[in-house]
């Protein structure tokens, strides 16, 4: 459904949720109950556009509508018995896991320090490169025949190689090649379109990922930028999202390294790969021919 939620919460929800006692209740299908709690803790989690949505008596129908499928379709899965079935019961242990997780997320997180506009700002200033507009770009390219090739070019630069020294080395671009794959600046307009579409979308020092021309791969980096930065009270509040996300992702991996000297990991390689072997012969008696 296009805007509301209600018809795809999956059946445990139903079940994790029962009607309190005393609770009004608002939709009744058979023996099944959905009440005025539960529809309004439904509600809490919806979007801010879908919440004004429902303020319209088109709305208002559409959840009305919604309700009561969710209940005929809970009340019919109660009348088969599914509750009973090993699936039922492993998809509820399921979801007890991902439910206690994300409880704990919410509540260790909470200790974590917010991102202020002052640390956007800070931010900003310190990095001001990353936010230049380009009219001008200066590229380097490595030039390869096939994707095995992209792979080892990429993998040497994640590993914090320099990018002139692999293209001396790999590149297939003669020209090129003996100046580290240098190939000048650039203003818009003065490159094949497929290529400036990648290259001005990257950042000062960012690598694009493999452009495939006249059949060969093509991976540009942008070596230098000649623009003017883009104002900071145009990107604030992208940038301090930005810097909140890059904050949790710190605290959570910290939070991970903490978690596996607390307690001991084991792990039982051989039955896992065991696990992905066969995932992968199902996955192959599957495909079309």
């Known amino acids: 459904m296009k805007y509301l939620k209600f018809l795809f919460i999956p059946v445990v929800f139903l079940i994790v949720f029962s009607c309190t006692k005393g609770d009004e209740v608002v939709v009744k299908a058979g023996s099944s ?3 005025k709690k539960e529809i309004e803790e439904d509600i809490k989690s919806l979007p801010p556009q879908t919440k004004i949505f429902l303020s319209s008596s088109e709305g208002i129908e559409r959840l009305k509508d919604e309700l009561i499928k969710r209940e005929l379709l809970y009340e019919e899965a109660k009348k088969k018995n599914l509750a009973n079935s090993e699936e039922f019961k ?34 900003y200033e310190k990095n001001k ?3 230049i507009k ?3 770009v200066r590229l380097s390219q490595i030039v390869v025949k096939s994707e095995d090739e992209a792979k080892k070019v990429y993998e040497r630069i994640d590993k914090g190689e320099d990018f002139a020294k692999i293209a001396k080395e790999l590149s297939r671009d003669e020209r090129t090649r003996a100046s580290g794959g240098d190939i000048g600046f650039f203003k818009k307009g003065q490159l094949n379109p497929q290529i400036e579409n990648v290259a001005f979308n990257l950042r000062k020092g960012q690598v694009s990922m ?8 093509y991976i ?22 930005q810097l909140k996300a890059k904050r949790q992702q710190d605290w959570f991996n910290s939070y991970i390294d903490e978690l596996k000297k607390k307690h001991k990991v084991e792990v039982n390689e051989k039955a896992l ?4 072997n066969q995932a992968l012969v199902e996955g192959k008696t599957t495909q079309p021919k």
């Open 273 to 276: 790969q065991e696990i992905i």
């Open 33 to 35: 109950k959905l009440t």
């Open 90 to 123: 492993r998809r509820v242990e399921e979801f007890k896991k991902i439910t206690l997780i994300n409880m704990l997320i919410e509540e260790e997180i909470k200790s974590l320090q917010q991102v202020t506009e002052k640390d956007a700002r800070e931010y």
């Open 129 to 131: 490169d990353m936010f």
């Open 220 to 241: 540009f980096k942008v070596t230098d930028v000649k623009g003017k930065a883009v104002d900071f009270e145009q990107i604030k509040g992208q940038l301090i999202e």
């Open 134 to 136: 380009p009219v001008e």
């Open 210 to 217: 493999p452009v495939n021309l006249k059949g060969e791969l």
